[in-house]
């Protein structure tokens, strides 16, 4: 059974429970889920996001590819 399908029927079932607490319960590992996959980032770490942003905006940044045939052309020199 894929993911989509599975979810389907969980949905028709869920629909059929006329149990609360049972429901209640449900909703928690539900949210416990979700808030799982959601990371809160530090004021620092928003602060630099900001910046690279600002940087990268006026063009203030490196290639990855500038970056990597200047490290090449340095090993190539020693």
Same mark, same amino acid.
């Given at each position: ?7 389907? %029927?969980?949905?028709?079932? #869920? ?8 429901? @209640?319960?449900?909703?928690?590992? $539900?949210?416990?889920? $979700? ?9 620092? *770490? ?6 690279? +942003? @600002? *940087?990268?905006?006026?063009? +203030?940044?490196?290639?990855? %590819?500038?970056?990597? *045939?200047? #490290?090449?052309? *340095?090993l190539k020199i020693k």
């Amino acid at each position: 059974m894929s993911t989509l399908e599975l979810r389907n %029927k969980l949905i028709e079932e #869920i629909f059929l429970i006329d149990d609360k607490s049972f429901l @209640e319960s449900l909703k928690t590992i $539900i949210e416990t889920k $979700i808030a799982s996959n959601t990371y809160e980032l530090s004021d620092f *770490q928003k602060e630099r996001i900001r910046l690279a +942003k @600002e *940087q990268f905006q006026n063009e +203030k940044c490196v290639s990855n %590819k500038n970056v990597l *045939q200047k #490290i090449e052309k *340095q090993l190539k020199i020693k």
